[in-house]
């Protein structure tokens, strides 16, 4: 391996863009690595204690009317600043996790004849993925799902999603700073990094039954729920953030969560049963098929948020803990199935095909 090739990352915005690109680049050790992000993202706060962070001012293409103008101005500065960058930083290749800020450092290594491997995490792929799949030497895809939605992408391969590497710790890291018994089961709610109110209801509201039958909550709630701590209990625990996130995965017997690409890769790696809650408002509705894939293979129960009462998931978290725990335990080894543990090291091995 040559150490003086240079790599540009273009990764931002949610942890399920920037965690799977950091578990990718602690991988490619022997490459001199520097990073592509946004403004006031994910990616300000964890990586410029790794590696070098560029910034560039760019926008979702989601915008309609006249703000579709002030989007795609910003997308032509951000163009020409990559690619200066890509020039006087003399990098050999890009990858990118998608979103928009794949948009200007794919166009922009293309346009200097350099290689680009994209990943894509979602079973339904996103519009950037879409638009920008025939511009990439490659398409690493987290969903088998995903390849006949990519008919025009040079080539798709699955590799699953990355995971942080306390997902892999063997063993799992304890849950040191909460007492919970090891006998118990433990129920755990996560709405993504920015928690999800909807979500929070239904659980607090079926929650002083799931106590009463002995079932222990872990909910983390986020900072966005003004009654996050209105139900309190010895055995309930309200979290606006949990940094523990594998030892709490692995703990759990059951998760209700939304249905990010980066959620379900944890779940499987972790090898947790789920109850899964898409977001209703993602972009494409693409949560809902990340869903189908668990729901379909037996990991996951698919419960759309706007049926969902909280009868009905009362019963059915009561139902797999303590009515049926073999049905539980048949949802546990269809999660593992789905599990890819290597995907960062696959596609770091891709990369260093393609940059020699």
Same mark, same amino acid.
């Given at each position: 391996?040559?150490?003086?090739?240079?790599?540009?990352?273009?990764?931002?915005? +949610?942890?399920?863009?920037? $965690?799977?690109?950091?578990?990718?680049?602690?991988?490619?050790?022997? @490459?001199?690595?520097?990073?592509?992000?946004?403004?006031?993202?994910?990616?300000?706060?964890?990586?410029?204690?790794?590696?070098?962070?560029?910034?560039?001012?760019?926008?979702?293409?989601?915008?309609?009317?006249?703000?579709?103008?002030?989007?795609?101005?910003?997308?032509?500065?951000?163009?020409?600043?990559?690619?200066?960058?890509?020039?006087?930083?003399? $990098?050999?290749?890009? $990858?990118?996790?998608?979103?928009?800020?794949?948009?200007?450092?794919?166009?922009?290594?293309?346009?200097?004849?350099?290689?680009?491997?994209?990943?894509?995490?979602?079973?339904?792929?996103?519009?950037?993925?879409?638009?920008?799949?025939?511009?990439?030497?490659?398409?690493?895809?987290?969903?088998?799902?995903?390849?006949?939605?990519?008919?025009?992408?040079?080539? +798709?391969?699955? /590799?699953?999603?990355?995971?942080?590497?306390? $997902?892999?710790?063997?063993?799992?890291?304890?849950?040191?700073?909460?007492?919970?018994?090891?006998?118990?089961?433990?129920?755990?709610? /996560?709405?993504?990094?920015?928690?999800?109110?909807?979500?929070?209801?239904?659980?607090?509201?079926?929650?002083?039954?799931?106590?009463?039958?002995?079932?222990?909550?872990?909910?983390?709630?986020?900072?966005?729920?003004?009654?996050?701590?209105?139900?309190?209990?010895?055995?309930?625990?309200?979290?606006?953030? @949990?940094?523990?996130?594998?030892?709490?995965?692995?703990?759990?017997?059951?998760?209700?969560?939304?249905?990010?690409?980066?959620?379900? +890769?944890?779940?499987?790696?972790?090898?947790?049963?789920?109850?899964?809650?898409?977001?209703?408002?993602?972009?494409?509705?693409?949560? +809902?098929? #990340?869903?189908?894939?668990?729901?379909?293979?037996?990991?996951?129960?698919?419960?759309?948020?706007? #049926?969902?009462?909280?009868?009905?998931?009362?019963?059915? /978290?009561?139902?797999?803990?303590?009515?049926?725990?073999?049905?539980?335990?048949?949802?546990?080894?269809?999660?593992?199935?789905?599990?890819?543990?290597?995907?960062?090291?696959?596609?770091?091995?891709?990369?260093?095909?393609?940059?020699?």
């Amino acid at each position: 391996m040559n150490p003086s090739k240079r790599l540009l990352i273009a990764a931002s915005g +949610t942890g399920g863009h920037v $965690f799977p690109a950091l578990a990718v680049a602690q991988q490619l050790t022997e @490459y001199d690595i520097e990073w592509l992000g946004v403004p006031d993202r994910l990616e300000q706060q964890l990586v410029p204690a790794a590696y070098p962070l560029h910034v560039v001012d760019v926008e979702g293409f989601q915008t309609k009317g006249l703000a579709v103008v002030r989007v795609l101005a910003k997308l032509v500065k951000s163009l020409v600043q990559v690619r200066s960058l890509l020039q006087t930083g003399k $990098f050999d290749g890009v $990858f990118t996790t998608g979103g928009y800020i794949a948009a200007p450092a794919v166009i922009a290594a293309r346009s200097l004849g350099l290689p680009v491997w994209l990943h894509e995490s979602n079973a339904l792929p996103g519009k950037v993925t879409r638009w920008l799949s025939p511009w990439c030497d490659g398409v690493a895809i987290g969903f088998q799902e995903a390849a006949p939605r990519l008919p025009r992408a040079r080539q +798709t391969l699955w /590799v699953g999603t990355p995971v942080r590497t306390q $997902f892999l710790q063997s063993p799992p890291p304890p849950l040191t700073d909460l007492p919970i018994p090891a006998a118990v089961p433990l129920l755990a709610i /996560v709405g993504g990094s920015q928690g999800a109110v909807a979500v929070n209801c239904l659980v607090r509201e079926c929650a002083p039954a799931w106590l009463d039958a002995g079932i222990w909550v872990v909910h983390q709630t986020g900072t966005n729920d003004p009654d996050a701590q209105s139900l309190q209990h010895p055995h309930y625990f309200s979290l606006p953030f @949990y940094d523990n996130m594998a030892g709490l995965f692995h703990r759990a017997n059951l998760v209700i969560g939304r249905s990010g690409a980066g959620t379900l +890769t944890e779940l499987a790696i972790s090898h947790t049963p789920s109850l899964l809650i898409p977001y209703p408002f993602a972009a494409d509705d693409h949560q +809902t098929y #990340n869903a189908q894939v668990f729901a379909q293979a037996g990991a996951a129960q698919l419960l759309p948020q706007a #049926n969902l009462t909280a009868d009905q998931l009362r019963s059915t /978290v009561c139902h797999l803990l303590i009515e049926q725990p073999e049905a539980l335990a048949a949802m546990q080894q269809a999660t593992a199935q789905l599990a890819v543990p290597d995907s960062a090291s696959q596609l770091a091995h891709l990369i260093r095909q393609q940059l020699g």
